[in-house]
T-cell receptor
Framework: GDSVTQMEGPVTLSEEAFLTINCTYT??????LFWYVQYPGEGLQLLLK?????DKGSNKGFEATYRKETTSFHLEKGSVQVSDSAVYFC????????????FGDGTTLTVKP | DTAVSQTPKYLVTQMGNDKSIKCEQN?????MYWYKQDSKKFLKIMFS???????INETVPNRFSPKSPDKAHLNLHINSLELGDSAVYFC?????????????FGEGSRLTVL
């Protein structure tokens, strides 16, 4: 079945540091890949997505590239801010599985001033 | 105008009671979901409905019964609540099933069973 493995947290960084959160996946079909972000007390919201190999998703300074050869979709940001503190979820959606989304376990990021 | 709204936001109840959570989406989406998020933030799908038809039913105790009166609404009824049911329950929607689209989440309903 489908699965998503992402870097364990928590991750604590200083403001303006470089962020990488690793994500790898296993899927039977050709999934789309997503990063969702959950701010404290809120629901998840889409951060970025990529629908095919070599696509790069980007939003709010975050980027991730769909790497089919390494089955990875690592999240990066060049300079984090305190406001980026949140839980980040890597996910895939597989058309062959009723479009069901499978989520990683989430990585909690805390950015200190 | 909230896209996916769920009520109530908080429920506190005793073991053995029954409770319901309601969800509505105004996005015109065909597909709706219930997810459970535990205290470690792990997110697990419970059910999915496409145009009022149940299409995903994960291994969930039959004390949990979803109902979709129309494609804009998905409710969750829980009978005989147990301590382990304490969690945040998220409703979500997507444009269509069997396509790889993003999910739109509600703000969650935090259930505490005492």
């Amino acid at each position: 079945g489908d699965s998503v493995t992402q870097m364990e947290g928590p991750v604590t960084l200083s403001e303006e540091a470089f962020l990488t959160i690793n994500c790898t996946y296993t899927a039977t079909g050709y999934p789309s890949l997503f990063w969702y972000v959950q701010y404290p007390g809120e629901g998840l919201q889409l951060l970025l997505k990529a629908t095919k190999a070599d696509d790069k998703g980007s939003n709010k300074g975050f980027e991730a590239t769909y790497r089919k050869e390494t089955t990875s979709f690592h999240l990066e940001k060049g300079s984090v801010q305190v406001s980026d503190s949140a839980v980040y979820f890597c996910a895939l959606s597989d058309r062959t599985n009723a479009g069901k989304s499978t989520f990683g376990d989430g990585t909690t990021l805390t950015v200190k001033p | 105008d909230t896209a996916v709204s769920q009520t109530p936001k908080y429920l506190v109840t005793q073991m053995g009671n029954d409770k319901s959570i309601k969800c509505e989406q105004n996005l015109g989406h065909d597909t709706m979901y219930w997810y459970k998020q535990d205290s470690k933030k792990f997110l697990k799908i419970m059910f999915s409905y496409n145009n009022k038809e149940l299409i995903i039913n994960e291994t969930v105790p039959n004390r949990f019964s979803p109902k979709s009166p129309d494609k804009a609404h998905l409710n969750l009824h829980i009978n005989s609540l147990e301590l382990g049911d304490s969690a945040v329950y998220f409703c979500a929607s997507s444009q269509k099933a069997w396509v790889t689209g993003e999910l739109f989440f509600g703000e969650g309903s935090r259930l505490t069973v005492l």
